[in-house]
């Protein structure tokens, strides 16, 4: 198995562009978590789906974070303007329908935003 | 609302010694799970250890054990025996069964000295 697959690793970008940051979950997972870590304010979830369907956003810090899972093997977490405060780590998370429901995560994505 | 706290930003111990890393949470829900993830200083998220709400036994695995007190709720990480590579961030997690939801503690600097 794989794992949770994230892309890119690293991003560097010049504020005011569009980013996207990429996640392929585990096979047969069906929730779907995007993270993001920083060091003030540790690991906040941002959005969470249960098989493709958002089910909460509230951690989204903003109208200019969007994420969006077409299907049950993609999710897609777009941030647009992105400015220099947004920079950080962004991790992806999936895990599978059992009674524990432990999450795996991917390797993140580190984004810098100059 | 769900929270985790965890008070301790660092501990020190020292190898071959055992370590206890605190965590307490907040819920509603009487369904819930608890999780323990290490992150070393590479980045990954690995988990550790799993309690669910409604197990009557303290979780082990190896060296890792949780000290499950529900009606303090708290879900202390006990590492045994240290060693020098335990020397990580620890995070405590909690995911509610009613909504799904996971979300982690600010996470504690382990620190294991020769």
């Known amino acids: 198995d794989a794992g949770v697959i994230q892309s890119p690793r690293h991003e560097v970008t010049e504020m005011g562009q569009e980013v996207t940051l990429r996640c392929k979950p585990i096979?047969?997972?069906?929730?779907l978590f995007w993270y993001r870590q920083t060091m003030m304010r540790g690991l906040e979830l941002l959005i969470y789906?249960?098989?493709?369907?958002?089910?909460?956003d509230s951690g989204m810090p903003e109208d200019r974070f969007s994420a969006k899972m077409p299907n049950a093997s993609f999710s897609t977490l777009k941030i647009q303007p992105s400015e220099p405060r947004d920079s950080a780590v962004y991790f992806c998370?999936?895990?599978?329908?059992?009674?524990?429901?432990?999450?795996?995560f991917g390797q993140g994505t580190r984004l810098t935003v100059v | 609302a769900q929270k985790i706290t965890q008070t301790q930003p660092g501990m020190f111990v020292q190898e071959k010694e055992a370590v206890t890393l605190d965590c307490t949470y907040d819920t509603s829900d009487q369904s819930y799970g608890l999780f323990w993830y290490k992150q070393p200083s590479s980045g990954e998220m690995i988990f550790l250890i799993y309690?669910?709400?409604?197990?009557?036994q303290n979780a082990t695995e190896g060296r890792y054990s949780l000290n499950f007190q529900k009606a303090r709720k708290s879900a202390n990480l006990v590492i045994s025996a240290s060693q020098l590579g335990d020397s990580a961030m620890y995070f405590c997690?909690?995911?509610?069964?009613?909504?799904?939801?996971?979300?982690f503690g600010t996470g504690t600097r382990l620190q294991v000295f020769p």
């Open positions: 998370a999936s895990s599978p329908p059992s009674n524990r429901g432990e999450a795996f």
């Open positions: 789906f249960n098989n493709n369907v958002p089910i909460d």
């Open positions: 096979s047969g997972h069906n929730s």
């Open positions: 309690q669910g709400s409604y197990d009557e």
């Open positions: 997690a909690m995911r509610s069964y009613n909504t799904d939801k996971l979300i």
